[in-house]
């Protein structure tokens, strides 16, 4: 199975559709290991196609920080499970928590305001 998360500097990059670069993790799903990891560029943006581009890559599993609605639902359609909500951290870590079922996500209620910064609310909950 492969993951991808959005990353920037080796960090979970919080804004799903602005991300210039992916990480994408293959595990193992039975043993729950890592099997290898590549950085990927992303593809310019534009609604509609990161989904598209991660299914092409045989994502099924997509951690993030913020997603908005109309992408997540873009990605469900695409047969990937969105997991948003994902604290800024190092990549490795989200993907070593999620896979011992251990990581701690925020609700997915992110807005931008009219500087394009970034927030995060909501309540923790683990998956």
């Known amino acids: 199975m492969k993951l991808a998360v959005p990353v920037l500097n080796g960090q979970l990059f919080p804004h799903f559709g602005r991300s210039s670069e992916f990480a994408f993790f293959q595990f193992d799903a039975t043993t729950g290991n890592i099997v290898s990891k590549e950085i990927l560029a992303a593809p310019p943006h534009e609604p509609g196609i990161l989904p598209a581009w991660l299914q092409s890559h045989r ?25 948003a909500g994902a604290p800024s ?13 251990r990581l701690e996500l925020h609700a997915n209620v992110c807005t931008r305001d009219e500087h ?6 909501g309540e923790h909950h683990h998956v």
């Open 89 to 101: 951290e190092p990549v490795e870590r989200i993907v070593t928590d999620w896979l011992q079922g």
């Open 116 to 121: 394009h910064e970034h927030r995060q609310c």
């Open 59 to 83: 994502i099924s599993v997509l951690i993030t920080g913020g997603i908005g609605a109309q992408a997540a639902e873009l990605c469900r359609r695409n047969a990937i499970q969105v997991l």
